[in-house]
């Protein structure tokens, strides 16, 4: 899991790219300085498949499945997706705003995505993430933190912690103890 590093355009190497519309540039006043872990499976509670993708790109077929309907016209993003089996998968470049926090304040500012990279697990709030996915995401944030001066250890947050009340995830799964360590190393 060595093989990331990012270049000029704010694209990660050893990732596959699926460019996604829903994005636009952050404020000049903006500095990057916040990571947020989120999770998402389509269908909820599923693994696998292109749905994620579809869904990121706008591409997602409402008659596939009836939660689909509920979600079709929704424009979202993030900068990274990490799947099941260690996959990387950039829709955003860094330099971007991805459309990932929605509604969010951390230490008294509004707008996280303004200042913030988002980085999704294929996973849920009520199942454990797999060991691949973990020592992706330590590699990961490995080579933003040496990039991107703004981010730290201390400002890695979930996406519960920016939306409290409106969201739960990375979920009681997730094992902040096991990343933390992980980045320690």
């Known amino acids: 899991m060595s093989g990331f590093s990012i270049d000029s355009q704010g694209w990660l ?3 596959r ?5 829903n994005f636009n540039q952050r404020p000049a006043t903006a500095a ?17 498949g292109t749905h994620i993708c579809d869904f990121f790109t706008n591409c997602l077929d409402a ?20 799947r099941r ?3 990387v998968v950039q829709f955003v470049s860094f330099h971007d705003r991805a459309w990932h926090a929605g509604q ?7 707008n996280c995505n303004d200042f913030s990279l988002g980085i999704e697990l294929e996973g849920s709030d009520d199942k454990p993430y797999t060991d ?8 990961l944030v490995r080579v933003l933190l040496a990039h991107y001066p703004g981010l730290s250890k201390q400002r890695i947050v979930g996406h519960s912690d920016i939306a409290p009340g409106r969201k739960t995830d990375p979920g009681p799964c ?5 990343l933390s360590t992980s980045l320690e190393a």
């Open 17 to 21: 790219h699926v460019p996604s519309p």
């Open 63 to 82: 008659d596939a499945h009836p939660y689909f309907r509920e979600i079709v016209d929704l424009r979202v993003s993030a900068h990274l997706l990490i």
């Open 132 to 139: 691949k996915q973990y020592r992706c995401l330590a590699a």
């Open 32 to 48: 990057l300085s916040l990571l947020v872990i989120h999770n998402i499976s389509l269908p909820p509670g599923e693994f696998g």
């Open 174 to 178: 997730f094992d902040w103890r096991r």
């Open 13 to 15: 190497t050893g990732a």
């Open 85 to 87: 089996d260690g996959d």
């Open 104 to 110: 969010s304040c951390f230490d008294g500012a509004e």
